[in-house]
């Protein structure tokens, strides 16, 4: 690229302004006028007035926060036309996503491990963690089948946060929180198309019906017929053309109901996905290559004040998980797991003295069905079940020692049983906070985090496939320090720089074992990264918004024979948008660059600069919304790396494409 020496040079002196620009954050108040129940303060005016609970699961403004965080209000996803949580996370500093055509997996910070199904982040809905336990992961694509219209905000909180939520909390927590009906007061209806055959319909009710109950309804089904796909890896089966393999039916529904110091929130999800790229080593271009993804939860949380400076949270929960795929060989052949757990958590917050807040908390869980079945019509192949125990302890501190720095401290101890074999991980946090001048907020901030093997690493084993089980596996660790400098330059304009390094030990890879030629699951891998992260937001009071990011990630093997950089890792990362209203319409163009990838073929991927460009309506007549978004606006061809199981190194993204919304209420 050959203008990617300016880009480079634009964000550095960004950077540099950011540092000695004055102005920001005033002084911390007093606690004992910071109410523990506040809610959000939803202003669009500034997104630093919206507190936020992913970080501490208790409100919080963001500069008091122990992390780096991203705040993503509804407004925001409404006028750059998001339909996927892909789409969000496209925008955010640091992140960066892939798409082998079947699930969307997220990257951050450099690490962006192929087909890993996003089992080192968490993803959470009003708070509970939606990851399922039989691979650990989380669903980003179309497969999280909510409609991004029932979202009011997303919280995204940077780097390790088991001290809270316990496995999985490696690089990321994301908190999508829902819309109350008080938010949408009637009835919404949506439709939408747009290109590859999407077809969409989409739908919310919501409304306060006193002063305590609270009712919200959203749901949405669509269907792709997605597009036919050239892969020159195999042009000697029908041209490399896979026809008609590339469609996505997917749907979900979400209710959320509030009453005094009760939510009772419940979902379910479905997406069924062709498979057109031959993955795993199937017959390229049959039919009957698909997954299905399904998921639901019920969570009835309460919150009661218990004298004036505490409370205590309880929360009870189930949640079902069912995956079933099917791929043609020689014979037709399925794997499906279920997964099904329920849980109790108690956490308490109080304050010891107006400059001291604490949280102590326990939680349970028990994990009756984690199964894995691999059969086709002849033969099961495996077919069993791993239920487990979960018991956890946290504790945390937060301390004003002056008025202008803080301290804040946690651990957790998470206890696990697991085919009657226990294992413990311990898990620090901490960070001081400190504000050097009026409109500043400096962070110094430390974390380690772990992951468990998940059920499919440790037990999977199959000897017609040569691969055996490895019931010794540990868990993944990482360690991670980082310096976030925070910089209201005017009340219009906030400025973010990171400096961060990690190391992570243990890391769970595939491997061949040399004694008996089978592949096995082992604790072989290591990492070393560094990086650097910045970002300007400017938002104007007539309602023009605009942000750009940039970031550098220095991420690379961490092993005596090696030092390669990562794959899957862009080393920089740019990224703009703007919001400007032109009387009734909105026009939000989106400008995303990133550089070459390495795949784990050891190939590279070429840099590519995307264009977005979305059109959106105010109310009209008081009912009409529509809106127009055209992602690619200008037809870049560019590829993705792929995972082992693809026979090309890189995946095809899609062209030029868009979706039109038509949206009415009553």
Known sequence: MANYPKIKGIFVWISLFLAIALGGYPPKADWKHI????????????????????????????????????????????????QTLEDVFKSIRGFYVTNDRNYTYLGVRGFGRPSDYNDRILLLINGHTTNENVYGGALLGTEFGLDLEAIERIEIVRGPTSALYGTGAMFAV????????????????????????????????GKELTNDLDIFISGKLANIKGQDLYFPEYDSVNGGIARGLDWDKYGGILARMSYKSFELTGIFTSRKKGI???????????????????????????????????????????????????????VLSFDESFGNWFGLEVS???????????????????????????????????????????????????????????FNLGIRQDNYLIQAKPQYVFSPRGAIIYNPWHRTTLKLLYGQAFRIPNVYEANYSDPLFGHKRNPNLQPEKIETYEVNWEQRVTNEIFGVLSVYKYQMRDLIDMTLDEKDSLTQFQNIGRVLAFGLETELRVL??????????????????????????LSNSPEHIAKCGVIWQVGPVYLAPEIQYETERRTVYDTKTQPYLLTNLTISTLQLFNHWQALLSVRNLFDTEYELPGGFEHQMPAIKQNGRNFIAKLEVKF
């Open 35 to 82: 109410p523990i129940f506040d809610g959000p303060r939803l202003s669009l005016d500034s997104l630093l007035a919206i507190e936020i609970s992913a970080a501490t699961k208790y409100a919080q403004k963001p500069s008091e926060t122990p992390a780096s965080i991203t705040i993503i209000t509804a407004e925001e996803i409404k006028r750059f036309g998001y």
């Open 174 to 205: 994301v908190n999508v929180i829902t819309k109350e009906g008080k938010n949408i007061n009637g009835l919404k209806l949506a439709n939408g198309f747009g290109s590859y055959g999407n077809l969409s319909l989409a739908s919310a009710y």
């Open 276 to 330: 057109p790229t031959g993955a795993f080593g199937v017959v390229f271009n049959a039919e009957s290559t698909w997954s299905l993804d399904e998921r639901s939860f019920i969570e009835l949380k309460s919150t009661h004040r218990l004298g004036i400076k505490s409370n205590i949270i309880l929360r009870g929960y189930f949640n079902w998980y069912h995956y079933k795929g099917a791929y043609p060989y020689e």
């Open 348 to 406: 308490s917050v109080f304050d010891w003295s107006a400059n001291n807040r604490c949280q102590i908390g326990t939680e349970y869980q028990y994990n009756p069905r984690a199964d894995y079945r691999l059969w086709d019509i002849d033969t099961i192949y495996f077919d069993q079940n791993f239920p487990s125990h979960l018991i956890s302890f946290y504790l945390t501190d937060e301390y004003q020692l002056l008025s202008n720095l803080g």
């Open 540 to 565: 104007l009071r007539n309602g023009k918004k605009f942000y750009c990011s940039y970031a550098w990630q220095g991420a690379r093997d961490w092993l005596p024979d090696s030092s390669k950089r």
